[in-house]
């Protein structure tokens, strides 16, 4: 047990899934997982085990934002020993070529502050997903025919920005999406030398204005998580 995670030793995987959202934790274990036992409801954060294709995998929330999922993702690794981190979550379209619905693999996450920050203090680390399950992701998502974009996004610390005009520089420079974790969940892989990547799915366009509608999200969430779980056993 630590102080946010109430799993005994060993009850997770080495291969751990983080949504945002502590129920679709539950229902993505429940949807894609055999015999997914919970590990976890400290704080209503909620964690199962099962196995997938004879693999065991842990599907486990990280909360909104990177304060909540370096908590986690911290004792996930150094106490629980995780090896393969993957975020699925959703994100907010920056490019007119990316349409709500399509799925972005994160490449590079900026940002302007991460719970890391006290570290780098004035050196601007480059946070970036694991080769090895992106090029993984994004062979998988190609084989399901789902819409992929691969690149950098942005990491926000608001998801009410009253800076509108850094989400104008990101969409200048390319940047695919918005969220609120990818970002510091990279730097910690790196810094504890374990592979990352976020996979996400456009949930609403800060460009366009357009959102999915909510009957949507479930099934792209499911291409999403289907997606991750076939990167991670490559
Ligand atoms: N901003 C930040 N995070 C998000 C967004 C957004 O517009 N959409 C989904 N996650």
Redesign the pocket.
Known sequence: MTIHIGARPGEIAETVLLPGDPYRAKWAAETFLKDAVQINQVRGMLGFTGTWNGNRVTIHGSGMGMPSLSIYVNELIRDYGAQTLIRIG???GMQEKVKVRDVILAMTASTLSTPSRGIFRDLNFAPSADWSLLRAAAAAAEAKGVPTHVGGIYS?DV?YDERPDLNEQMTRHGILG???EAAELYILAARYARRALAVLTV??H?VTGEALPSADRERSFGDMVEIALEAAFA
Do not use: P, Q, R
Request: proline share 0%; with cysteine; aromatic share 10%.
């Open positions: 959703s994100c907010g926000s998801f918005v969220e609120m949930s609403d800060l």
